[in-house]
């Protein structure tokens, strides 16, 4: 299936997924590429979590393996510095683009300024409402890994009364989807009694969990918007002796440890890798107008104790 990304594009429909170190155009090759022939992907990252690490190495690998070149930026979650890196990445006239998209409200300014320069444009964890102005995308849902959360929340409370926290990541990112998804599937047994943000920061999550506790002492759960974020948590509930189970996402290794050793209760694993190796792999396949589903979503799976085993690798 292939896409005209000179039509209009739409309203966003679901959205992104997930403090970077990394700022700017980079590549693991500082060659311009495509010197020879083949494809040179503009990736445009989003910050630089273990998520998003682990997009761009499997992307890497990816383009590499199909005789692609990848030049990359990243946009250290500023939306600005996003629609800078697409501009900087049309200029040194890439041949398609992949966006990691830090806003979701801002996306359709960076899709617009892609097809006015006659650039496809490929989205990872996102979709738009009018898929007339992009390649395609592989999406994550983003609102149903909340839900999952909140389902084991659900399931563990058994109808018993119970305090529920949210430790978010940054606004305007996958962050407001996956609260939102988790408190809108909470039984109404479950009262939320504190939201404050992380921002993907394990410091800046240690410090919410901390003023979270000292308020709600008798607090039951807290879902924490990634791994990195929840294990910084743990440490802080664990010091003030409160018996808080964690529900989180990602699935990375050390994720799926404290799920075996029981620090967190439930995580959502979304293999980053698997995202990473499917955005390469079908945008190349729709620029050479093979027959690619345009729309593909990623896997997710509700992971516990008992199924510890069965979550995919998350960066490989």
């Known amino acids: 299936m292939t896409s005209s990304p000179r039509s209009a594009p739409g309203r966003l429909a679901a959205a992104a997924a997930l403090a970077s170190l990394l700022a700017g155009c980079s590549s693991s090759d500082d060659s311009a590429g495509g010197d020879d022939g083949s494809t040179k992907i503009g990736f445009v990252n989003g910050a630089g979590t273990v998520f998003h690490t682990c997009l761009q190495k499997a992307m890497e690998q990816s383009a590499k393996s199909q005789g692609a070149h990848l030049v990359v930026a990243n946009s250290s979650q500023n939306p600005v510095t996003e629609l800078s890196n697409i501009e900087d990445l049309i200029a040194r006239d890439v041949d398609e683009l992949i966006v990691q998209t830090v806003d979701v409200d801002t996306l359709d300014v960076d899709v617009a300024k892609a097809r006015a320069a006659g650039i496809p444009i490929f989205l990872t964890s996102v979709n738009v409402e009018d898929l007339s102005g992009v390649l395609g995308a592989v999406v994550v849902d983003l609102g149903r890994l909340g839900a999952l959360d909140a389902g084991w929340v659900e399931q563990d409370a058994a109808g018993q009364d ?92 050390e994720g799926l440890k404290a799920v075996k050793d029981g620090r967190f209760s439930a995580t959502v694993a979304n293999s980053a890798s698997v995202l990473g190796q499917l955005a390469v792999r079908n945008s190349l396949g729709l620029m050479a107008g093979s027959a690619v589903e345009k729309v593909t979503s990623a896997p997710i799976l509700l992971v516990t104790r008992e199924n510890v085993d069965e979550a995919p690798a998350y960066c490989s």
């Open 162 to 253: 119970v305090k529920v926290g949210v430790i978010a990541g940054a606004p305007g990112a996958a962050s407001d989807l996956m609260v939102a998804g988790f408190e809108q599937a909470l039984p109404a047994n479950a009262k939320m009694v504190s939201e404050l943000p992380g921002m993907f920061d394990p410091a800046k999550a240690r410090e919410s969990a901390q003023d979270m506790i000292e308020a709600h002492p008798d607090l039951d759960y807290a879902f924490v918007a990634n791994e990195e974020m929840a294990l910084g948590a743990r440490q802080v509930f664990d010091a003030a002796g409160a018996h808080v189970k964690i529900v989180t996402v990602n699935g990375t290794d």
